[in-house]
């Protein structure tokens, strides 16, 4: 195999020693002065443990170096001869697309080497996970105000609580005199990616216009956008304007996906299109419950027909007392559900 590499790609694998010493299941240390954890197949001895700073050093078994060094040593690769092989595997772990990689020149290389290095040093799925690890069950009492409190919702979208400016880079924080106040952070996944996140405060100020906010210049993103192409046979999608709109389906067992803005119809729709052919083999029926005014019903309404025009099914489930759905989730989650549970099997035979 040639090389297909640039230097850019060789140094973006060697500023991420951490996440490739996390791939091949090393463990941080538990206290910001502590030592990691090396593999335990590799010790025969409890003395396991190795620095890690610009590179490692295990002094018990030896591995030693930068991220090129360990894919090197755990893989069984030789440094030289399979050098390639061994960038290969390190943009692989880092979640690079190889197809990608032979970039079009660039007669700015400066500024195309600034936009790479840009997206590389976030990683906002480790820092989530990473944060998530120590969330606890009271953490969440703004989620069981608002009905959530089913806990594996929490483990599956790592949903934390905590300052955003503890938490985010400066680069990518919103602009918000109050940013302190939006403590209620969901990620937002793509895949096994988390791409951006939402912000949702809580004080007295969480019900006007400021009540969510996302990360600065990064691109909003469609909450639960997987299930369009994980979608398995008779299906049924609902889908929802807000996050927690969403959740509430979620909460009670069922899937949905949240535009986050009405805005993002026609983003939505270029997503179904990519997955089209499986989402009508399988019979996926999609259910719209936008919020009950005029701009949620005209999206409702323009939305539908989009997708009718796909070949898709579709059907509106109309709230007649409540502003929105996560509002008749809270305030009659009998009936809710009963509503919901009755709509499901209705649909489910058409």
Not at 68 to 84: M, N, Q
Not at 108 to 132: A, F, G, R
Not at 146 to 152: F, L, M, Q, S
Not at 165 to 189: A, E, Q
């Amino acid at each position: 195999m040639g090389k297909f590499y640039k230097e850019e790609d060789k140094q973006y694998i060697k500023d991420n020693l951490q996440k490739i010493l996390l791939y091949y299941g090393l463990q941080e240390p538990k206290t910001p002065k502590g030592n990691w954890k090396c593999l335990a197949n590799r010790h025969k001895t409890p003395e396991n443990s190795l620095t890690v700073k610009n590179n490692i050093c295990c002094c018990s078994c030896g591995i030693k170096g930068d991220s090129l060094s360990a894919i090197s040593i755990i893989e069984g690769l030789d440094i030289v001869k399979d050098f390639t092989k061994i960038i290969e595997k390190g943009l692989i772990i880092l979640g690079c697309d190889l197809s990608k990689i032979d970039r079009p020149q660039n007669n700015n290389k400066q500024t195309k080497v600034e936009t790479n290095k840009k997206q590389y040093d976030i990683d906002l799925t480790i820092i989530i996970s990473n944060i998530y690890k120590n969330m606890q069950d009271w953490q969440y009492k703004y989620f069981y105000k608002r009905g959530i409190n089913n806990k594996k919702l929490f483990e599956k979208y790592k949903i934390i609580i905590s300052n955003p400016v503890k938490v985010f880079p400066k680069n990518i924080l919103p602009d918000s005199k109050r940013i302190y106040m939006y403590t209620n952070i969901i990620p937002v996944w793509e895949g096994n990616q988390i791409k951006n996140c939402i912000l949702r405060r809580d004080d007295k100020y969480s019900t006007n216009g400021l009540k969510v906010l996302n990360l600065k210049d990064i691109p909003l993103k469609i909450f639960n956008i997987n299930y369009l192409y994980k979608a398995k046979e008779g299906d049924i999608i609902f889908i929802t304007e807000g996050i927690f709109d969403a959740l509430s389906y979620e909460n009670i067992g069922f899937k949905a996906i949240s535009l986050n803005s009405i805005s993002m119809i026609n983003k939505f729709i270029d997503q179904l299109e990519k997955y089209i052919a499986q989402l009508i083999k399988n019979n996926v029926k999609f259910v719209l419950s936008f919020d009950n005014d005029n701009k949620g019903k005209e999206a409702c309404n323009l939305l539908d027909t989009k997708i009718r025009n796909l070949g898709l099914k579709t059907f509106i489930f109309t709230l007649k007392n409540h502003k929105d759905i996560n509002e008749f989730y809270v305030k009659n989650q009998r009936n809710f559900y009963s509503s919901i549970k009755y709509t499901y099997a209705l649909i489910k035979n058409k």
